[in-house]
Structure formats: C-alpha cells, structure tokens
C-alpha cells in the first residue's frame, strides 16, 4: 500500500509541475534555497552568539625580570672583552691559513696592515688574501674565520673568473681584527680617561 501511495504522490507531484510551468518551478526552487540559506545563517549567528558569550581564557602573564639597562662604562668593558689580543695578531693569520688548507683553497702570499687608534687604544691588523678555489669553498672559509675570530669584520669579498665554465675562480678576501693594546688596560669610564 505504501508502494501504490508513493507513485501516486508522484504521479500528482509530476502532474502540478506540469500545470505550473518551469518559471513558477525555478521560483519555487530560489525559495526554498533561500529559507535553507536563512537558516544555516541563523544556526551560525546562534553559535557566534554561544562563543561571544563564554568567556576567553586569559593567560597568565609572567612577571618578566628585566635587566637595568647596562651602563656606558659596562657597555664600554664588553667592548673591550670581544677584542682580540694584539701580541696574537700572528697566530690569527696561521689560523687563516689553516682554514684555507682545510677547506682545499690555494691561499697565496697576503697583504698586511697594522694600525693603532690612540684614543680608544684598539689596534687594527688587516689582511687581504688572494685564495682560489670553489665559490663554495670560499664562502665556507670566510663563515669559518669569521666564528673563530669574533673581533675581526669581513671588509671586502670579490670573485673573479676566468671562463663561466671554470668551476675554480680567484677571490680576494679582506679581514680588519679589532685587537686590544696589550700593554696597557681598556679605559674604565665612558670618556676613555685611564
């Protein structure tokens, strides 16, 4: 009884969708997405409402200890304490050089220069190397003297090739220490008085 009583609803369903045309269908159809639209956007605003009304957890808040500032004589002796020893000035080159033998580069004879700041009593030693190898090699070498040596600054980095196709180029490296006199003491105030 159930079978003969589906069809017959869709015999009739079919029979109204005929009489009505297809404008009234498509109406019929725009109303009903409509309400179904209507009422996803209720049930949203209802859950919108659910969340806004429960409270947000609030995080602690960590009382951080901050550090006083350092002061210009502490600042001024941590200056003084990343330098480098001047009487090693030396062995900072032989360091290069081993560095460049570790990372399989041809390091020829350098240029070196010294000079002494009177005032801030920080002597400078820069060295300039001619290497030659891989691009990488080269950039592995200046990384690497750079972290053994935290008072030095890279000053200049340039490349030269020969052919595109060479995969070993010329490089020319400069490094300037920042070195400490080792004969006397960093100055102790900020006005560079001993």
């Not at 960590?62 to 062995?91: D, M, W």
């Not at 070195?179 to 900020?190: E, I, K, W």
Request: net charge positive.
């Amino acid at each position: 009884m159930t079978g003969i009583d589906l069809n017959m609803l869709r015999l009739r369903a079919q029979l109204l969708l005929r009489r009505a045309g297809a404008p009234a269908c498509i109406a019929v159809a725009l109303c009903l997405l409509g309400i179904a639209a209507w009422a996803w956007a209720w049930q949203q605003r209802a859950m919108a409402t659910q969340l806004e009304a429960r409270p947000l957890p609030q995080p602690e808040l960590a009382v951080a200890a901050v550090a006083p500032p350092a002061t210009a004589s502490e600042n001024l002796a941590r200056f003084y304490a990343v330098l480098g020893p001047q009487r090693h000035a030396e062995q900072q080159v032989k360091l290069l050089f081993d560095l460049a033998a570790k990372n399989g580069l041809v390091l020829a004879q350098g240029e070196y220069k010294s000079g002494y700041d009177k005032a801030s009593r920080i002597a400078t030693y820069q060295v300039t190397l001619p290497l030659k190898g891989s691009y990488a090699a080269v950039w592995q070498f200046a990384l690497q003297a750079l972290r053994a040596m935290p008072f030095a600054s890279l000053d200049e980095l340039s490349f030269r090739r020969e052919q595109i196709a060479d995969t070993n180029l010329e490089a020319r490296l400069r490094l300037t220490f920042y070195l400490s006199d080792a004969l006397t003491d960093a100055p102790t105030d900020a006005g560079g008085a001993p």
